[in-house]
C-alpha cells in the first residue's frame, strides 16, 4: 500500500495503522477523518494560493498551519513537514521559501490525498 512505504529511506506518506490504534481501533472515525482531509484541504490548499498570489503572509501561515495539522491526524510528516516550512517562513515575511514551500506542500498533501483515497478499512 501506498501509505506504508517500501523504501526505508524514504518517509511514508502516512502511517494510517498509527492513526487507527490513536483512535483506539475505531475504524468509522478514522474514515470520517480522512473525509474531513479530502474536503478541508482543498479549501485550505485554494486559501494558500491566494494568500501567495497577494502577498499575506498572515493568510499564508494559517493556511499552512490549518493542513499541517489536519495532515498530522495520519502521521503524514512530509505534507507536515512541508506545512512547517511555510508556516516558519510566512513568520519570517521569507516570500522565495513561502513560495517555493507552497509547490512543496501541493506535492505532498496531494500524495496524502492518493494515499488516504487507498484506505480500506479494516473487515
Not at 498572515?58 to 507536515?80: C, I, M, Q, T, W
Not at 510566512?90 to 522565495?96: D, E, K
Not at 517555493?100 to 500524495?111: I, N
Amino acid at each position: 500500500m501506498q501509505w506504508e512505504s517500501d523504501e526505508s529511506t524514504e518517509t511514508p506518506v502516512c502511517n494510517l495503522n498509527a492513526a487507527l490504534e490513536r483512535l483506539d481501533g475505531d475504524a468509522d472515525l478514522l474514515v470520517m477523518l480522512i473525509a474531513v482531509y479530502r474536503e478541508d484541504s482543498a479549501g485550505l490548499l485554494t486559501r494558500l494560493s491566494d494568500a501567495v498570489r497577494d502577498r499575506d503572509a498572515a493568510a499564508a501561515e494559517r493556511a499552512a498551519h490549518s493542513l499541517k495539522g489536519l495532515a498530522a491526524n495520519f502521521d503524514g510528516f512530509p505534507a507536515v513537514e512541508a506545512a512547517l516550512v511555510i508556516e516558519t517562513a510566512a513568520r519570517q515575511g521569507n516570500w522565495p521559501a513561502i513560495t517555493a514551500g507552497h509547490l512543496k506542500l501541493e506535492q505532498e498533501v496531494s500524495r496524502l490525498r492518493q494515499a488516504l483515497a487507498e484506505y480500506q478499512p479494516p473487515q
